[in-house]
Structures are given as C-alpha cells and as structure tokens.
C-alpha cells in the first residue's frame, strides 16, 4: 500500500478517526486507552488493546447475589410460564442465580440508547416495493365480493350462504388423534378435559 | 310454571288470541286483539241492547280500559320510597361506564386459518392444524375477514389505520390451545370512531335527545373453543370454534346512565347486522359485552389519577364480565353502581377487580382480584406480516355500505308519515322483510291513485302492515312468520291485493269494519292457495259501504229521541254538550257502521229545533 496520501485525504482521514476515536471513548467503561491527539492514527495499535470484553456481560462471581428477584417473584414468574416450582431450596439458588446472570445481561443490552428507534418485529421487505406487494386492494378480495348479493331498497350487501367451502387439505386429519381423552357422543366427537384437583 | 303477562292473559281471556311469534324481539310493539271472524265480544259491563232506555247518561267504562287506566296511574305515582332514595344518592354520585363488546365476524373462513367458519356444526369437523397449535403449523391471515371488519369500522365512523399488526396475549387454557391470542394490542386497525344515540334507541332521559359516545378503537381478535361442562368437573371441548375472527369494540367511557349503555349494546348489535359484518346477536352468542363501572362524588373536584382513553378524573372501576344479554347489561351496571356508592360512603375503598353477574341475582360476584391480575406479557406476534390496507378498498366498502338505520327510519318518518316507534318496529319485523313489504303496498297505491300525498298514504298503509297484519291469526298459519313475509318483501297478502283494500277504505267504499273482515280472508286465501282479489271479495259478499239515506236518518234519529226525552229536554234547556250523546246512541244503534257523524249530528239537530 502506498504511503504517500494528499493533504485533503489526509485531513478527511484525521476526521474520521477523531469522530471514531470520540465514539469508542464514550461506550469504555472500565478502563480508557490514552486521548487520541490530533495525530495520525496508528491503527494496529489501535486495533491490539481490546477496550470491551464478553465478560462484561457476565456478573461478577466475586459479588454477592442482589436481591432484585425474590422468591415470590420468581415463583410468580414460573406460574405464568406453567413451568413447574423448584422442588428443593437448592434447586430455588440454582434458578435464582441463573435468573440474576440473565438479568445482567439484559441490563447491559439496555444501556445502549435507542432513541426515536422503532423495535424491530421480525425481518420483512419494507421497501415501498415490498409493502406495496403485501396492501390488500380490490383485486386481491374479487372472489369474495362475488359471492356477495346486494338486497332491497336500502343496497346493502349480504354475504350469500350455502357456498361449500373448500377446505381439502385443511380440515382432513385425525384432530382427535392427539387427544389425550376423548368421548363420542351423539352429537359428535369431543375432547374432555378435567379439571379437578389431581 | 312461568309468569304470563297480564296483558297475554287479558287478550286471551277477552279476545280468545294466544300469543304468536317472537314475543322477544317485539317487546315494544304490542300488537292488538286479532278481529274473530264470527261472534261479537261484550267487552263493556253492561250489554248494550237495540234500545237504550235502560242506558243513563253515564256510560259503562269497559272493564279492559279500567285495568289499563288503574296500571297507569301506578306507574305514574313511580314505586314511591325507593325511587325517591335512588335519586337522592344519584344527585351526588355520577356514574361513569365504559364497554368493551366482542363479535363475531360474518366470514366464511376463519382468521388465520383455511378451515371454514360454522356456527351449529358437528365438533371438531373444521379445525385446521393452527388452531390447535400443532408443532410446525404456521398461521396464514386469511383476507377476506377483513371485508365484514372494515364494514363494521367504517359503521361506526372510524380511522381506518393503513397499516395495522397483530400481537399475542399470553395466558393459560384449556380453550386456548396456542396458550396465546393474537389479537391487535399496539395497532388496531381502526381508531376514533363514534356512535350516535337518539332518545327513540333508548336511551336515558338525562341524556336528552342524543348522545355522542365515542370509540377508542375496534381490533381483529381469535375466538376460543367452545366447552361444555360436565358434572364430575369434565369437561367437553369443541375446537371448531377456535380461531373464529372476532373484531372488539371498546368505547370511551362517556356513558353515564345504565339504560344509555343497554341502548349502546342494542344499537351496536343492530348496526352490525345491518352492514353484514355480524349477523349472530347477543342472544345466539355471537355477542358479548363486558362492562367497566366506576362512580364519582359530582360536586367535589377529582383528585383521582385513574383516566382510560383521555377521559380524565375517573373513580377506580372494576370490571363485570359474562354479560349475556341486554337486560343483564343494564342489571349489573345498576347492581355494580350501587355497591360501589354504598362501599365508598361507608368508607371503604374499591379494588380494581374483575366481577361477575348470573341473571336473577342482586349483585356482582368477584371472580378475581387485583393479585389473581393476569400479566399477558403483550408482544408482536413475529409471524404475521402487518395489514396494509389499500385505499381503494377503503373507498369501495365507504360507498356501499348501504342505507343504514337511522337514515332508514329518517326516511320512513320524513317522506312516509311515520312516528318513529313505529318506524322502529317496522324494520325490526322479519329481517327488514316487513318495511320491504310496506313499501311495496305504497309504491302499488300510489300506482293506483297517484294523487294522494306520500305521508297520507305512509300513515295508513303503515297502520295496515304493522299493525293489523300483524294481528291476524290463523290455524293454518306457521309459528314463526305466519305471513309468510321473506326478505325481499313478499308476503302471503300481495302488496297489490292490501293496497287496493286500503285505498277502498281511503275512499270510503268500505267501512273500517269490513276492510278487516276483507283482510282476513285475503290472508286465509292466501295460507290456502287460493287466489283471491280484495275487489273479488268485497262483491262477492256484497259488502261495498251503502250510506244511509235521509229517510233512514231521519228515522233512527226519532227512535233515539223517542227514547232519550229527557236528554232532549236539556238539550233545549241549553246543554249543548248532550247532542254528542245521542250522536253516539245512534252510532250504537246501526251496527254496521254506516252512521256518519257529521250528518248524524245535523239530522239530530234539526229535529230537536222541531221539538221547540
């Protein structure tokens, strides 16, 4: 690579990695590497002091268990998920630990600041393309206005009945083949649940 | 034995008619005796006879309109204490209600699953592999339930949002196999709507004439399965139901007083039918309500923080659910209202908790309290694309929409010459059939006499269709609809046939008497087959209206004041008043109907002045 760049190149670089060098500078927690001066950069030595760390993540192992998630919580929190009690007082610390390294995990993903950013659902195509591909206009309901009749003086429309539906492929599988309990009775097949104290 | 109606027991006793039809849907409407063909009925005390001697200047009050004037006066005079104790506590609390209802969606499929929607079919027949949360099934929005749903938004004057996305409510049971349901929490797809209330829809008369309540939103929601419980705590469950589109409406809470809110429900549930988004109604379970009460002192100033939907300085509300029925509705909002002021003057405090009301009971039971509170952990459901609704769509469905109710029944007051009651009554008879049919009789009159003007003959062919059509009876008539009145407007009676009778009455060719004799036999002809023309009928048995002439005026008006001397004497002492009397006696005499009472009137006169 060539060592020679021009004045303007050079200066345009000095700006890029004074705003980058500004930007490290504000997320390091621990510990800072020297003020960057309004020096060429070196980059490999730039690049060879790790300024965050995986562990950061982690809880200290040394520090004592906070107390943000007391027992009732977390027996509240396994009641909404219909996941069993902790049998034992040990297995209880075991959650309990597990549950705190989690939450400091969570804290440390909050701290980033999202401001104004909407959260994300799921990956979609949100190009104007690709929503103009998914808006449900006139053509796409055709075969359901069809099957429509407009009645009487007042116009108003009404689904026609009687239409057989096709469901081939959708309602043709043993649904009560999963049953855990069930009963046929006159009036057809049913699941039965109980809901009695075992 | 169940509680018959003294009014059903009154008609049957004097009138021999058993009730017909659905006595539920026609509360307001009350439908007179139906004429029997052959004998006459003594309705008054006393027999009147062919010569009134024994009869005095006073008059035998029927026993029928004694009854009626005595349950008048009660209702006038209001349950005395009690009514005057509720308003008491009324003036200083203000009641505030808020109401979510749930509806069925008219689709043929359900919302994110192909299988087809049924409403009585034999269980576990149309379930797809989604709508038991089988393991790898994916859900797929099914677009057509959006047609019925923006009918219902655009009904009830909403925003329709472009661009709405579906989220999961988190809770555990049995009816909920996915242990979520998607339902719309962040982005509904419609907002800021609002309803109309007029005081003829029911409303409270505080509330004056009409009411404006608004609409927070209306959201697409999954249905439940459906369960039926067993003794021995088993229960059965049907998974066709599961995954039926609901939408759910829930209102600002700017309604005040328990009928405004009943009235709300019923008018809701009328205007969803009327635009084919839900046709099932409260009474099949297609709709159900649920209820948020809170009260508050009205002349200290609030200091309370609890607000919904920017309605600010509200008292703490509890929520009453399993509301199945109208009068339910307006039961548990005044049983709710109730316990909360006699709770807060007592010096308690109310939780923010979930109730329940049975029918037949004095006060809400709690069904959960603010620990048993269920946190539904809402989160975007992350396999559903979002809703884009395209703005022609919007459009199309804005401008077919149809006429709606209240322009309906503006129409009926304004250009047919109804009152709104009856207005009311008419569209709720035979699914719209009835003022179909009352219209088509108007359209064949004005055919045949196009000179009349339009809320003349408004008035007396609605009189005609609602009211003495409604009251026919006949054994070879069927339960439901005995005349036989579809849809479309036909009927057992044609249009053309009640039309030309009325217009024959209009014109007195027939006496009112007749016309209803006619009537009964258009309708016998027509349970039977036969056909029958009103005009064929009326010559046949030779019942066109012959006036009487002024000899047989003159006669029977002798007779009468041959009997009545001493009437006449006052007469001509000065009693003007009494000539009415002897009007009335003459009238009495011809059974037929054919005194006029006009020239009755003159006839009466100029023989007294002969008496002086």
């Given at each position: 690579m060539s060592g020679f760049i021009c004045s303007r190149c050079r200066s345009s670089l000095r700006r890029v990695l004074r705003a980058q060098s500004r930007s490290i500078n504000s997320s390091v927690r621990n510990s800072s590497p020297e003020p960057l001066r309004n020096k060429l950069v070196d980059i490999d030595a730039l690049l060879s002091?790790?300024?965050?760390?995986?562990?950061?993540?982690?809880?200290?192992?040394?520090?004592p268990p906070s107390e943000e998630i007391t027992p009732a919580k977390l027996h509240h929190l396994l009641r909404l998920s219909a996941l069993p009690l902790p049998k034992s007082l040990v297995e209880e610390a075991e959650m309990l630990k597990t549950l705190h390294s989690q939450l400091h995990f969570v804290k440390d993903i909050q701290k980033v600041d999202t401001e104004g950013v909407e959260p994300l659902r799921s990956i979609r195509d949100e190009t104007e393309e690709g929503v103009k591909e998914i808006t449900i206009g006139m053509e796409d309901l055709k075969q359901a206005f069809e099957k429509e009749e407009i009645k009487g003086r007042n116009r108003r429309p009404r689904r026609r009945r009687g239409y057989m539906v096709d469901a081939q492929g959708v309602e043709d599988w043993d649904v009560l083949g999963t049953a855990g309990e069930k009963v046929e009775l006159a009036g057809g097949k049913y699941f039965v649940v109980r809901s009695g104290k075992e | 034995m169940a509680r018959i109606p003294p009014s059903v027991l009154r008609r049957y006793l004097f009138g021999g008619h058993l009730p017909t039809g659905g006595c539920l849907r026609q509360v307001r409407h009350c439908r007179p005796t139906a004429h029997s063909l052959s004998t006459k009925r003594y309705h008054g005390t006393q027999v009147p006879s062919a010569n009134t001697e024994s009869a005095g200047p006073e008059t035998t009050i029927p026993f029928r309109k004694q009854l009626k004037d005595e349950a008048k006066k009660r209702k006038a005079e209001g349950t005395g204490k009690k009514s005057k104790q509720d308003s008491q506590k009324l003036d200083s609390w203000e009641l505030t209600v808020g109401i979510e209802i749930h509806a069925q969606l008219n689709t043929a499929r359900k919302l994110f699953s192909a299988a087809s929607s049924s409403i009585n079919d034999a269980p576990n027949t149309h379930v797809a592999l989604f709508d038991v949360a089988m393991p790898g099934s994916q859900p797929t929005f099914q677009k057509e339930t959006l047609i019925p749903a923006l009918r219902a938004a655009l009904a009830l004057n909403c925003e329709i949002q472009k661009t709405s996305r579906f989220d999961r409510k988190h809770y555990f049971h049995w009816d909920q196999p996915a242990g979520y349901q998607i339902t719309?929490?962040?982005?509904?797809?419609?907002?800021?709507g609002h309803i109309t209330l007029f005081s003829h829809d029911g409303i409270a008369a505080e509330d004056g004439e009409q009411v404006k309540i608004g609409i927070k939103q209306i959201q697409m929601e999954q249905d439940t399965a459906k369960t039926i419980s067993q003794p021995g705590e088993i229960h059965l469950l049907d998974f066709n139901r599961v995954g039926l589109p609901l939408i759910e409406i829930i209102t600002l809470p700017?309604?005040?007083h328990p009928s405004t809110a009943t009235a709300l429900v019923r008018k809701i549930q009328l205007l969803l039918n009327a635009v084919d988004a839900c046709v099932l109604g409260m009474q099949s379970g297609g709709l159900r309500a649920d209820v948020n009460v809170s009260v508050r002192r009205r002349d200290s100033p609030s200091t309370s923080s609890n607000s919904y939907g920017g309605v600010t300085g509200l008292g703490q509300r509890t929520e009453i659910k399993n509301l199945s029925s109208f009068k339910a509705v307006e039961d548990a909002i005044i049983a709710e209202r109730d316990r909360q002021i006699s709770v807060l003057e007592n010096g308690g405090v109310i939780e923010g908790e979930t109730r329940g009301w049975t029918i037949g009971s004095t006060e809400t039971k709690r069904l959960r309290g603010k620990e048993g509170e269920?946190?539904?952990?809402?989160?975007?459901?992350?396999?559903l694309a979002p809703v884009v609704i395209g703005d022609d769509l919007i459009e199309h469905l804005q401008s077919t929409l149809g006429v709606l109710p209240d322009e309906e029944i503006l129409i009926l007051t304004k250009e047919y010459g109804l009152t709104t009651k009856d207005a009311m009554s008419l569209i709720s008879l035979n699914e719209g059939g009835r003022v179909e049919y009352f219209r088509n009789v108007v359209d064949e009159y004005l055919a045949i006499s196009s000179e009349e003007p339009t809320e003349e003959v408004g008035k007396l062919c609605g009189n005609w269709v609602l009211h003495e059509m409604g009251g026919l009876a006949n054994d070879l008539a069927d339960e439901e609809n005995p005349l036989k009145i579809t849809s479309k407007g036909d009927s057992v009676i044609p249009a053309k046939q009640l039309a030309q009778l009325v217009q024959f009455l209009s014109l007195k060719k027939i006496t009112g008497r007749t016309a209803k004799k006619v009537l009964s036999e258009l309708f016998e002809a027509g349970l039977t087959g036969k056909e029958e023309t009103a005009q064929g009928i009326i010559e046949r048995e030779g019942l066109w209206f012959r006036p009487l002439s002024d000899a047989e005026y003159d006669d029977l008006a002798r007779e009468i004041l041959d009997g009545n001397t001493k009437v006449v004497e006052e007469i001509l002492a000065g009693k003007e008043g009494k000539i009415n009397f002897l009007v009335g006696q003459m009238m009495r005499a011809d059974q037929d109907g054919r005194v006029d009472a006009t020239k009755a009137r003159e006839v009466v006169r100029k023989l007294i002045e002969e008496h002086r």
């Open positions: 002091k790790p300024t965050w760390s995986v562990r950061s993540l982690l809880p200290d192992p040394d520090a | 719309q929490y962040y982005e509904p797809f419609a907002r800021d700017q309604i005040h269920v946190d539904y952990r809402y989160m975007p459901d992350p396999d």
